[in-house]
């Protein structure tokens, strides 16, 4: 632990950090001015080191804006300091760009890495408004409140998410996703709120002390690596718990015109709090014994067949070989096994039903969907028979094992065209689907279960369950879940649902009536 303390204070980086904020304390007319040269020079390269596996190219982009925030102090050209300002903007890009590449590489997925993906792509907004405050652009505030805003970005909207996203790497428990939407909306819906709408602003602040509260709380219950840190990390958290209360009367005062708190004693008070305690504190802790990620290395074979699907094979009976690699199909039906071993034998009956407030949504997709002849379901509920074929698929061109394709029609529309495989992760068979998209492929990743005599095929299983986008070598979680369920109604009759939800909203659910010919 001590030797990760000083190794991330005495790199290069660091050294570098420390030496151009002390050089630029002696240039700097105003002291608050270095709370954001604080963040600028020493925190965010801190914590960025415990992200990235430093190399060369890494210290050389980290010092160029480090000497670029130091020259801002020092030259006094108006034009030269745009330009310094404008080297720093394109380092907080490039972070930024980071921030995007770690969540297309994961997706909707792991709520510890979304808050540090968030928290990089932020960074990007705190450059936006530096330089806006550098080269003195009209923003409809005042400079003060400009260069407030961009203190705000490099604490609240980097520090904050990037050590909750630490702090959710040793604790998880129901409240910890709650707490990250609360700290990824609060920078953006303050922002809005101080623009257009200071009742926003005021609300944003409740939202703010729910989360900080709630994780100064779990806090206390998390056991992290060592007394120390643990003393760090929760004073660093404590200190927004107070400061927080005065940007509620902050924000109160904006909104109501009451409890009277000042700019420049936010700007002394909160910000020395923020800076000092919270910044500091915080930041020396992670650099203790910053916690690994525990995010899966996903290692599942993904289809390559990409738009329409073309040069189909021989015909297939079923959607799968043996119904037995996924399950023990003793204590099934032997009618939903015979549907998945010998699908040809089943007459389908689909009707579909769209929730209401996903209905508009669904009629703007239709005329997409009727060009593409993929996801082209119905609108209307109407039961609706389903035909279909079932071909096989060049393993070479697909790139899994046994590929085949569901082909299934409304009269002469193709609704879906999926393609079957199947694959094991850690002694479990997954049921692999893709359904081919223009330049990419939609991947369901099934688990499947016998519960009571029923068949359950849920996205929302171990490991490698979920609904995934593949483009290229991108294989991008999607915020959807699907679950199945399919019963014996009676011998030769089967009924399933399948459901379907979006940012855990259910939008879809289609009923089917599975009938032996």
Request: net charge positive; glycine share 6%; with cysteine.
């Amino acid at each position: 632990m001590k030797a990760n303390l000083k190794q991330r204070l005495f790199s290069p980086i660091s050294l570098a950090g420390m030496f151009f904020f002390l050089a630029s304390s002696l240039f700097i007319a105003e002291p608050y001015l270095l709370m954001l040269t604080a963040a600028q020079l020493i925190f965010v390269p801190l914590m960025l080191q415990l992200l990235v596996e430093v190399k060369r190219k890494h210290i050389v982009i980290t010092w160029i804006a480090m000497l670029s925030i130091f020259l801002l102090h020092v030259v006094t050209s108006s034009a030269g300091q745009v330009v310094f300002a404008f080297i720093y903007l394109v380092f907080t890009f490039i972070v930024a760009l980071y921030g995007v590449k770690r969540f297309l590489k994961r997706g909707f997925t792991n709520w510890a890495e979304i808050s540090i993906d968030i928290g990089l792509m932020y960074l990007f907004v705190g450059g936006l408004w530096y330089f806006a405050y550098i080269a003195g652009i009209d923003t409809g505030f005042s400079p003060l409140i400009t260069w407030l805003t961009a203190i705000h970005f490099h604490y609240s909207a980097f520090l904050f998410p990037v050590s909750l996203g630490f702090f959710g790497r040793l604790h998880d428990s129901k409240w910890y996703p709650y707490i990250v939407c609360s700290v990824l909306a609060g920078p953006m819906l303050v922002a809005i709120g101080i623009t257009f709408w200071p009742l926003l602003e005021f609300i944003s602040v409740l939202v703010y002390i729910f989360a900080i509260y709630s994780l100064i709380f779990l806090a206390f219950r998390t056991r992290f690596a060592s007394k120390l840190q643990a003393m760090l990390i929760r004073l660093s958290y404590s200190a927004l718990g107070i400061t927080i209360i005065f940007s509620l009367f902050y924000a109160a005062n904006s909104a109501f015109g009451s409890w009277f708190v000042s700019i420049y004693f936010m700007l002394l008070f909160h910000g020395f709090f923020n800076c000092v305690v919270f910044g500091l504190l915080g930041v020396l802790g992670w650099v203790m014994a910053p916690p690994p990620t525990n995010q899966a290395v996903w290692n599942f074979p993904v289809s390559q067949i990409r738009g329409k699907l073309k040069g189909t094979g021989e015909p297939r009976s079923g959607l799968v070989e043996n119904l037995s690699d996924f399950v023990d199909v003793k204590v099934l039906p032997n009618t939903i096994v015979q549907f998945y071993e010998q699908t040809e034998r089943y007459q389908l009956v689909a009707s579909v039903k769209w929730s209401t407030w996903f209905k508009p949504l669904a009629w703007c997709y239709k005329w997409i969907s009727m060009k593409l002849q993929q996801l082209n379901l119905p609108i209307s509920r109407k039961p609706t028979e389903m035909t279909y074929t079932i071909r096989a698929v060049d393993p070479v061109l697909d790139g899994r094992k046994s590929p085949r394709a569901w082909i299934r029609k409304v009269k002469n529309n193709t609704v879906f065209v999926a393609i079957y495989s199947q694959h094991e992760t850690e002694g479990r068979t997954y049921m692999n689907i893709a359904l081919p998209l223009p330049f990419s492929s939609m991947i369901g990743i099934l688990q499947l279960d016998a519960v009571d005599g029923r068949l359950v095929l849920s996205s929302e299983g171990d490991r490698d369950s979920g609904v995934y986008l593949a483009l290229g070598s991108t294989t991008f979680k999607l915020p959807l879940s699907e679950y199945f369920v399919i019963r014996e109604q009676s011998r030769g009759v089967l009924t399933a649902e399948h459901k379907m939800k979006i940012f855990g909203v259910p939008f879809l659910r289609i009923d089917y009536r599975i009938v032996e010919k």
